[in-house]
């Protein structure tokens, strides 16, 4: 199955209480059922979600043909996506690099040890 690997970045308000909250709420125990319905319905295949102070940086395999377009219109009619989506705004910010007041940034790839054939 061919796949693409999308990673984001977004942060976390920079208060350990908070941060800690929003730990909690994706141990798996904790996550909504319906938000990993909507993430595999949308072609979403792994994600991992990393943390570093207050810095998240999160990795995405999806289908080949997966959209964010998609995906965005998805959870913008999806009541209880939105639901969480409003949760968890009150532990993120906005990174003060974003131009257009989102919240996880798509980040550009600039380096691929495979593309460089060195271990083939």
Known sequence: MA???LCFTCDLKNNPEL???YKEYHHRSN???E???SIREAGVL???IFLAGNRLFMIMDTKDDFSLERKELMDAENSIVQRWESLMGKY???PEFTRNGEKWVLMEKIYDLEELGVLK
């Open 3 to 5: 796949m693409k690997r």
């Open 19 to 21: 941060i800690e909250k």
């Open 31 to 33: 996550t909504w059922p």
């Open 35 to 37: 938000i990993t319905k």
């Open 46 to 48: 792994q994600m991992e």
């Open 92 to 94: 993120q910010q906005t």
